[in-house]
């Protein structure tokens, strides 16, 4: 139980265009998802918190305009890049905490890497 | 706030040997700490929380580790280390239940034949 997926796995696009990542909890219903961004060799760094149907809380220095959250249902967040820029490209990866495990425990999705060219 | 030190971010051991690897803590309030491990290109996978129950942790792959408020630590150790313990380790805190995870900087274990 308590498995979270991630699509796609690894992406590239051109510098310029947007890019959808989405986030599912599959067996649960997540109350809490969370984006972090991973660059190579280094710890996650936590970009925004999203609670179903309410606007995602973001990190400070995270642009809210270029990083869209939304999390319509129990089961999907998404996270999108806009207007992406060679700087973006990095491992993007989500959690989730609901109605499964501790009420303070997140699961760890496998990870988007996205390259930006 | 809270926040984790993790020292060294590279250790080696050799394959049968002890691993040790270190994580000190800084909370306003009492913890709930955890360790993750992250093998390449792969999300992050639970060992081990401590959540003011038990000091002594038990968690999976023959993983433990010990919560010691006096020294503010939660050094993760496993007796024997094999070949597949090869990974990035992570340790984080939250200050609650809902509160987010501040993670390490992690710590790269490499095993030795």
């Known amino acids: 139980g308590a498995v979270v997926s991630q699509h796609p796995s690894w992406v590239i696009c051109k510098s310029g265009t947007s890019v959808k990542i989405e986030c599912r909890s599959l067996?649960?219903?997540?109350?809490?998802m969370f984006w972090y961004r991973q660059f190579p060799k280094q710890s996650l760094m936590l970009m925004a918190t999203s609670n179903e149907g309410s606007k995602a809380t973001y990190e400070q220095g995270v642009e809210k305009d270029k990083f869209l959250i939304n999390h319509a249902s129990l089961t999907l967040s998404t996270l999108t890049v806009t207007s992406a820029h060679p700087e973006d490209s990095s491992f993007y990866i989500c959690?989730?905490?609901?109605?499964?495990?501790?009420?303070?425990?997140?699961?760890f999705g496998p990870g988007t890497r996205l390259t930006v060219t | 706030a809270q926040s984790v030190t993790q020292l060294g971010s590279h250790v080696s051991v050799s394959e049968g040997a002890l691993v040790l690897l270190r994580c000190n803590y800084s909370s306003s309030v009492p913890p709930y700490l955890f360790w993750y491990v992250q093998y390449p290109n792969q999300g992050l996978q639970l060992l081990l929380k401590?959540?003011?129950?038990?000091?002594l942790v038990k968690g999976i792959n023959g993983f433990e580790a010990e919560f010691k408020k006096s020294e503010t630590s939660f050094h993760l150790t496993k007796p024997s280390a094999h070949m597949s313990d090869a990974a990035e380790y992570f340790c984080?805190?939250?200050?609650?239940?809902?509160?987010?995870?501040?993670f390490g900087t992690g710590t790269r274990l490499t095993i030795i034949p």
């Open positions: 959690s989730a905490r609901g109605t499964v495990g501790a009420s303070y425990e997140q699961y």
């Open positions: 984080a805190v939250s200050g609650s239940r809902n509160e987010k995870l501040t």
């Open positions: 401590y959540t003011s129950a038990a000091t």
């Open positions: 067996d649960f219903q997540a109350t809490t």
